[in-house]
């Protein structure tokens, strides 16, 4: 199976700015979308970002401040959070899709104060 391992998440002032990774086990030019989700205490896991061989897409609340990319010679989906908002705390987890199947890392904590 795939597995992912996510780094990056920090204490971070309103307004700062964070970058996460996501290192995968295999290719990622084998894994055809993968996303980058966030869950806060209490809420549902939401999407925030995904990247696939046809683009990108973005959770509405987040475009403009975050930009997700891939490195394939690294193996890793990135996520560039600007411009950080309280509101942005939450766990921040790493997804990709292998075939059918979805895997999950076990996600990296992000806090915005203000």
């Known amino acids: 199976q795939v597995q992912l391992v996510e780094s990056g998440g920090d204490l971070v002032q309103a307004g700062g700015s964070l970058r996460l990774s996501c290192a995968a086990s295999?290719?990622?030019?084998?894994?055809?979308?993968m996303g980058w989700y966030r869950q806060a205490p209490g809420k549902q896991r939401d999407l925030v970002a995904t990247?696939?061989?046809?683009?990108?897409n973005y959770a509405d609340s987040v475009k403009g401040r975050f930009t997700i990319s891939r490195d394939n010679a690294k193996n890793t989906v990135d996520l560039q959070m600007n411009s950080l908002k309280s509101e942005d705390t939450a766990v921040y987890y790493c997804?990709?899709?292998?075939?059918?199947?979805?895997?999950w890392g076990q996600g990296t904590q992000v806090t915005v104060s203000s």
């Open positions: 295999r290719s990622i030019f084998s894994l055809n979308v």
């Open positions: 997804k990709a899709r292998y075939g059918l199947r979805d895997y």
């Open positions: 990247i696939s061989s046809s683009g990108t």
